[in-house]
């Protein structure tokens, strides 16, 4: 074994046992125990496909999935939306466009559960005060306290930190793109639609792919935005698959359970991403 292999294995090796350890060991043991009645503590029993078929009864579970796939997809939508606006204005030659680069970036990097506490505090708070001091009716209502509403404060919260990280993969795709295109479309007399549809959008369509897979991956996974502001309220009405499993496995007694229910979510995590990448990739080939 030379030099340079014995360096590779010196840097590897321990990165693999923490991954493993901390990552994988965990991740097959919740799998294991998902096949059990175990409650997180005392003896246990192997039940097969049990808690695996109870998650597809639980009315709690469905109402969990219906919201997270809705907020998810909302979200997403909402996100690529504005950092693309975003990123093209900060692309063009505006002035102090890359101090504005660094400011937009900032949500990114603040903690979502302190930027969730705040929010919250906006909300509750801040909100209805200037409300009533303006006599405007649609912000005297604290919108977190109400179960139709409050999906609504969470997606602005989500939305507003998940931004920065999109806006920047899209400016990673816009410099990457040619003045000289744009330059030989305006004199063929094309407008600005025109020149975003047949020029900007192709180019960065792998940047939107990327965007998207990780969006929705990540939405999907929503829990500490939720945790900060309503905690799964009003009722459960804005509780998600992650909190659920948070709750039922740590807090209610349900491990087993709710450990088919993570492995049964992962699985449609996957699913989502794979038929995302499918679908986008082929759209980048056509376009």
């Known amino acids: 074994m030379n030099k340079k292999n014995k360096t590779f294995l010196v840097i590897a090796i321990p990165a693999f046992v923490l991954f493993f350890t901390f990552h994988t060991y ?34 709690r579970a469905l109402d969990a999935y219906i919201f997270t796939f809705k907020f998810a997809i909302i979200s997403t939508i909402i996100v ?9 204005g900060l692309n063009s030659k505006i002035k102090f466009h890359k101090s504005l680069r660094a400011v937009y970036f900032l949500p990114y990097i603040l903690s979502i559960l302190i930027v969730g506490f705040i929010f919250n505090f906006v909300f509750t708070h801040f909100l209805p005060k200037i409300g009533e001091a303006t006599g405007l009716e649609f912000l005297s209502t604290n919108i977190l306290g109400d179960p139709d509403l409050a999906w609504i404060g969470i997606v602005i919260v989500a939305v507003w930190q998940a931004v920065a990280f999109n806006t920047i993969l899209y400016l990673a795709g816009l410099v990457t793109i040619s003045e000289d295109l744009y330059e030989a479309a305006s004199i063929d007399g094309a407008n600005h639609w025109t020149r975003f549809w047949k020029i900007t959008f192709p180019l960065i369509a792998p940047f939107f792919t990327i965007n998207m897979v990780l969006s929705m991956k990540n939405f999907l996974m929503v829990f500490d935005q939720i945790m900060a502001l309503t905690g799964g309220g009003p009722g459960q009405s804005t509780e998600s698959i992650s909190l659920l499993i948070y709750r039922g496995g740590f807090e209610g007694g349900e491990f087993a359970y709710q450990s088919a229910n993570a492995v049964i979510y992962f699985i449609i995590i996957v699913v989502i991403s794979i038929i995302q990448l499918k679908f986008l990739e082929k759209r980048e080939v056509e376009s």
Do not use: C, H, R
């Open 80 to 88: 690529n939306m504005i950092s693309l606006l975003v990123a093209m």
């Open 26 to 59: 965990p991740a097959l043991q919740g799998i294991f125990y998902s096949f059990t009645d175990w409650k997180g503590y005392g003896n246990w029993n192997f039940v097969g496909l049990k808690n695996y078929l109870n998650v597809f009864k639980d009315e």
